[in-house]
């Protein structure tokens, strides 16, 4: 077993998990504990927590009573949603309607967690935000390139899945090519089917790189965790370059709907 849990600040922790392909190939996933201004706990994205990493979140949170509430965000992360639920069943349970449909039995909370009903719950700790112009939940399920980014105000940490990736080239090859924040590949198979879409995502994108600008940590399932620290660039340019990057995806997409 891979899984580690990192302290990010004295109020987050992201906690790295095994997500392998086939069953082979790890290519990882994530979810994140965090504290709030009330002392309580929440989980962003479910995870089966072992060993050393489930002893350290049960000593974080009191053996789990601390944690609140358990928040899905990706509507195609659903493997660990009913372990995470037996684990902490206290925990008030938050998801996409796509969670709700699949595991109907599950106590989940009336609020969507890609509503604006939901947001304004934890708005004291977090601003999440939902791509504009792609497909939320695809009809094709192999197709997974939106979630519901969620920033915790505290730490200035983006807890992401799949929209957004960290790229980072291990041994000799990292140390040649500089690490960098790219949209997930399935972008252009994800676009809303219509005119305009396109510059609804670039609206988005510009909005999120402005408003949460004082990023500091972007932690992406399936890839790795990005620290900046007031270094340069920021998380925010890194957004902004990942965008343009896929300026031509987009413009392929407008020409297709003009």
Known sequence: MTDKIIKIADDFW??????????????????SLVKRHNGKFVLLDAYTLQGDV??????????????EAIINLHPFHTIHVERT?????????????????????LPWQAELSNSAEFASLFAEDFEFSVPRGVDFISKNEHLHFSSV????????????????????????????????????????????????????????????????QDAQVLCAAHSNTLTVKNQSPSIAAMIMTALQRAEKTLQNHEKKFA
């Open 149 to 212: 980014l969620a920033y915790h105000l505290a730490s200035k940490t983006i807890h992401v899945d799949d929209t957004l990736m960290f790229l980072k080239l291990p041994g000799v090859l990292g140390a040649l090519k500089r690490p960098e924040v790219a949209f997930h590949m399935t972008l252009s198979k994800t676009l809303e089917r219509r005119q305009g879409a396109a510059d609804d995502f670039r609206l988005w994108v510009a909005e999120i790189a402005e408003q949460w």
């Open 85 to 105: 639920h037996a684990d902490y069943p206290h925990a008030k349970l938050y998801g996409t309607q796509r969670h709700m449909d699949k595991f109907p039995n």
């Open 14 to 31: 992201n906690i790295r998990g095994e997500f392998r392909v086939f069953g082979v190939l790890n290519i990882g996933t994530q979810a």
């Open 54 to 67: 489930k002893q350290r979140v049960d000593e974080l949170t009191n053996n789990g009573l601390d944690i």
